[in-house]
């Protein structure tokens, strides 16, 4: 009976416990973003740190505003994640004081380190802002289902690429596709990185890395279409070829083809 009572103890102890950190979370306010609510800022640009032609200016109240709902669930750490940041954030106060912030996308646990910060502080900020402000931008242009339509279709190309050369060493490029530099964001990158380690292929920035090195150029896309060409370099005969990528999103999926002569429909 003591043993039942003491295990009953034990469990309302965890229970309230986890409660309390739950409603911590709730209840948690930072106040050191009180001077983004939409009275003291003028306008906030957004700017791609891959895509220097990419930014969008924010004036609008209710998008400020939600922004700030945002950042005052920020929690303060001590380092920033090992991702390299995607966006530059620009706050421009009324009285024309200019404050600069770095944010990488894809990131939710303080574990991950800090995702928005400046040369001051490093706060972990959830993905609301991903999800409510960054992905409304990109809705209407962006391919769906991104990762797999982009990098799923690289990984295809990759694989044949494998086929016809099973003896030489395989790096590949996207840091110069320009096309898509906009949309590349650093947790994918990871991710897609990731994938090609499986596959005994290197990520590389430059085309001088390895026996081959694929550069992947993309030549048009849409939400369901996507069409690249991959430059593919020869190290060691000195030569180039190409291959080409053809990846349509059918029936709630990806389909695509990658071939050695210019596919119809290209």
């Not at 910060?117 to 959830?126: A, P, T």
């Not at 960054?134 to 769906?144: C, D, E, S, Y």
């Not at 690429?161 to 320009?178: R, T, W």
């Not at 593919?232 to 000195?238: S, T």
Request: proline share 2%; aromatic share 12%; hydrophobic share 35%.
């Amino acid at each position: 009976m003591m043993k039942r009572l003491t295990k009953t103890f034990l469990l309302l102890i965890i229970i309230s416990m986890t409660g309390c950190q739950s409603l911590l979370k709730l209840t948690y306010q930072n106040e050191d973003f009180e001077w983004v609510k939409p009275e003291n800022l003028a306008k906030v640009v957004i700017q791609s740190t891959r895509d220097i032609g990419f930014r969008f200016v924010v004036t609008d109240i209710d998008t400020i505003d939600e922004l700030y709902e945002s950042l005052s669930a920020a929690l303060p750490v001590d380092e920033v994640s090992g991702l390299e940041p995607d966006y530059i954030f620009e706050f421009t106060t009324y009285e024309n004081e200019v404050l600069k912030y770095y944010y990488t996308t894809g990131i939710g646990s303080q574990e991950s380190g800090g995702n928005f910060y400046n040369d001051d502080k490093i706060y972990v900020v959830l993905n609301r802002i991903d999800n409510s402000l960054i992905k409304n931008v990109f809705a209407l242009r962006k391919p769906q289902d991104f990762f797999s339509g982009y990098y799923g279709s690289i990984l295809q190309a990759v694989e044949r690429v494998q086929e016809d050369f099973a003896d030489k060493s395989i790096g590949v490029m996207i840091n110069e596709d320009k096309e898509m530099l906009k949309f590349q964001m650093s947790h994918e990158i990871l991710d897609f990185n990731l994938e090609l380690n499986k596959m005994g292929v290197h990520p590389v920035y430059t085309d001088r890395e390895q026996d081959l090195v694929m550069n992947i150029n993309t030549q048009g896309y849409k939400t369901s279409l996507f069409k690249g060409v991959v430059e593919l370099r020869d190290n060691q005969k000195k030569r180039n070829s190409r291959y080409y990528i053809l990846s349509e999103y059918v029936d709630d999926q990806w389909k695509t083809q990658v071939s050695d002569e210019l596919p119809e429909g290209f």
